[in-house]
């Protein structure tokens, strides 16, 4: 059963950190990656998508990795701000009898103080 | 905008009580899913629906029903409820990445 963990599970940190965070997962056989936000109270907002064939995307200051062989992707903030005070959410798609399921990590709440 | 619309918000039950939470989307998305949000346990999956006409059960089906009105709609029903039920509950839907609705905040006491 593919399980995905997100560590840490909270993250404090001053604006201006560049910082990183982490996701394993435990079965490489994987369609995509996908990394979400999510503020309290609200939905689910996607940031970036990771095909199985790619190494990693980008989208401002945004930087996601996918190592699929070791089961771990990374994303990377640059220059915090507190606007990016949220929890991160990290989803794998996975086949399972022919059909592709996401399982999410637990997430990490991170905080960017002023 | 284009994306996923749930309905109602809030809602609060009765141990008891039926209903049923509405979910539909526009961007002609094959697949659709309905997941429940709890502290400590991350999101899990209840049921989906990998085309129309067709729905199985996820991770944790039971005391639930679905419905695939059509391509657009995805409907999850309540037919007890239960306190145990007492969750956010996302719908989503997926070509290749998944777009996810802005959730129901449901309490049954």
Partial sequence: KQEVTQIPAALSVPEGENLVLNCSFTDSAIYNLQWFRQDPGKGLTSLLLIQSSQREQTSGRLNASLDKSSGRSTLYIAASQPGDSATYLCAVREVDTGFQKLVFGTGTRLLVSP | ?109
């Fill in chain 2, 1 to 109: 905008n284009a994306g996923v619309t749930q309905t109602p918000k809030f809602q609060v039950l009765k141990t008891g009580q039926s209903m049923t939470l509405q979910c539909a989307q526009d961007m002609n998305h094959n697949s659709m899913y309905w997941y429940r949000q709890d502290p400590g346990m991350g999101l899990r999956l209840i049921y989906y629906s990998a085309s129309e006409g067709t729905t199985d059960k996820g991770e944790v089906p039971n005391g639930y029903n679905v419905s695939r009105l059509n391509k657009r709609e995805f409907s999850l029903r309540l037919e007890s409820a239960a306190p145990s039920q007492t969750s956010v509950y996302f719908c989503a839907s997926s070509y290749s990445g998944y777009t996810f609705g802005s959730g129901t905040r449901l309490t049954v006491v």
